[in-house]
């Protein structure tokens, strides 16, 4: 295949525009779309050849053979590869590793962690035939309801957009492309291919374009997936603002756009639109998965000129240009072979690394000497993995948290384990029947809890040494959470929660419960009567032994939460606009919250929340010290360097936070901000490691609409380092002698009516 392309003189943007010169007006239409249509004579060989090659694979490329241009493979997504495990007459398995939900690697704030984990995910991808993965997701964590929370990783867009940064180096270490995903503002699953966000500038650019900004600077992925939802009234793949002046002029993006699936038409069609002029002219390249309606649209826009040449010139050359980078061009025979034992274990390390301890009251680590254990909830036995939809992996199995203690060493207590067996079964059999009927769109029903007799529990609460309780949670694409026996506990769960402690507390004895759930919930009205709280998220396939890892202290917990855990879902700042107006099927959510998402809201208004941004235990303890800036007066750059030790006698890492908190002159500014942080080595016992972070103008600055421009006010910038938002352990300040302007930029987002954006008004 294309052999004569084969000397490396010309660049590949040369041999791309070669190529586009040798297409047929025809091809070049093709090529606008994802081979999910039928050919233009309809006839449809080219999904059936992407289907032959990777059977379950979301999507791939239009061939055109003539020239030596193969399709591309495009599959899912964030925490793995998504495709059939198993294949019509073929002996062979295609099972792949399910890494823990996004939220969960976030939470271990360790970018080489997840470049590493990257890596695995582009190699298994390889492996298996795969071109393009669908990865990562990093929209904000808005609101705690959002079906999708467990794929995104933050409620900050620094952390978001490090660790995607990270991922994307990862993947394409390996000549995978990576497609970083819903870009942007796209937070809710409620009406989702046609909510319109109703957001201003500032907001955009400082919160919800932010991370994606980091991720294309940082790691220049080959490709961008719009969002399905509007903003300001127009779709993100329409946006000429969003795609080309932030975008690629801007940030210097130079990839490939393709919409989400069925992204800018689904939403748009029962109004007689099809966007397709206006997604192409906005440069989104590529339509994916491809309609025979967009195919006609391209077709008319063409002939008839309003599509012209250049345009259509251009996207394609982005197209073919992307092609030429991929493996499949290269002849690259996938070897059906990944490192699935290898992957495994690096999906066990992260797992554990990305657990949060929220609570522990003297309980862990506990040695297996310490057994029996009594185990209750449902979800102990059926361990959730991951939520639904698109970022589902079919896994060759999944550790539940009985078989991660029970490896581990400790005795499960059997009386419980035979009460609970024939409901899990029975749920599990109605969870394989559901998803027959509705495919990977499925949510698993939550089933209450089983009420034990209270004579049962106290019998356990004798016999056995601790109790553990875990709480399990359901979520995905499609739909989002309820606020009822979701966010909130159901009754059945708090009369479980209540029953074992209270038995095991009158034995003395104390009671862990696992959070087994991938987004946020409500705890401030149980967690004191509990003794310790893991939160495991929803931890992949190895969750129950890296939860018996933490749990044994075989690994010492050093995850810390990348969104707060506010204590009623009413304090989330976006509660009152969620989700959307009108309420019962909405046409547009204003973000009235404006810049105040997540720690920004709780710490500027003193809301107190149930557990804060930032926040995670140790089973050490660390000392902060040598506080030092390079500077006293803000120049270009700032480099804050301070010490960590391990003053505990577990060797342990810890995370360490960067606030900044800006003078507030005439700028309306939230009361800290994260603007870095390092999470430190594995430190022995009384080891010290010395830490760099750096900050940059634009660390300082905030958007100004007025003025186009991201500003930096003169004054007094405190600084301070944490352990979390709320635990700041040294402080410091240096002066910006005069206003700074770190950055001129294009006007965008024009609002369709005036948005009352909360304020904080410190000044
Ligand atoms: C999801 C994307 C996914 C795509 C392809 C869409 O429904 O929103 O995240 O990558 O499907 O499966």
Known sequence: MLDKYNDCTPSLSEKAWDLVSKM????????????????????????????????????????????????????????????????????????????????????TWNEDLIALLGGAMGREAAAYGVDVLLAPALNIQRNPLNGRSFEYYAEDPLVSGKLASAMVKGIQANGMAAAVKHFAANNQETNRFSIDVQVTERTMREIYLKGFEIAVKESQPWTIMTSYNSINGSHTSTRQDLLKDILRTE???????????????????????????????????????????????????MESGKLSKAVVDLNVKRIVEWVLRAKSVRNYRSSGEPDLSGNAVLARQVASEGMVLLKNNGVLPCSSLVSPLAVFGLSAYNFISTGTGSAEVNSAYTISLVEGLNHAGFTIDEELQDWY???????????????????????????????????????????????????????????DRQLDDDFNLAEDELELINAVTEAFHAKGKKVLVILNIGGVIETSSWKNKVDAILLSWQPGQEGGNAVADIISGNVNPSGKLTVTFPRKYEDSPSAKNWPGIPTHDPKMAIYQEGIYVGYRYFSSFKVEPSFVFGYGLSYTTFTYSELDLSHTVFENEMKVTLTIKNTGNTAGKEIVQLYLSAPAVTIDKPVRELKGFVKTKLLEPGES????????????????EGRQAWIAEAGTYELAIGASVADLKKKAAFILAQELVAEKVHKAFAILQPINELKATRY
């Open 24 to 107: 047929t007006e025809e091809e070049k239409g093709k090529m606008l779309l994802g081979a999910g249509i039928p050919d233009f004579d309809g006839a449809n060989p080219v999904i059936d050849a992407i289907e032959s090659r990777v059977p379950g694979a979301a999507g791939g490329t239009y061939e055109i053979k003539r020239l030596g241009i193969p399709s591309l493979i495009v599959a899912d997504g964030p925490r793995g590869v998504n495709i059939d495990p198993i294949r019509a007459n073929d002996q062979d398995s295609y099972y792949c590793t399910a890494f823990p939900i996004p939220i969960l690697l976030a939470s």
């Open 251 to 301: 940030w210097g993006f130079k990839g490939v756009v393709m919409t989400d699936w069925f992204g800018g038409y689904a939403g748009a069609c029962k109004y007689g639109k099809d966007n397709v002029l206006e997604q192409m002219n906005a440069g989104n390249d590529l339509l994916m998965p491809g309609l025979p309606e967009q195919a006609a649209s391209v077709r008319k826009y």
């Open 421 to 479: 067996a024939p409901i899990v079964a029975k749920g599990k059999a109605e969870d394989v029947a559901q998803r027959l009927e509705l495919g990977m769109f499925a949510i698993p029903e939550r089933l209450p809890e089983l009420k034990l007799e209270q004579d049962l529990i106290a019998r356990k609460a004798l016999s056995c040494e601790l109790g553990i309780i875990t709480i399990g949670r359901n979520a995905g694409e499609g739909v």
């Open 689 to 704: 490691e010395m830490l760099v972070m750096t900050l940059v103008p634009k660390d300082l600055a905030s958007y100004l």
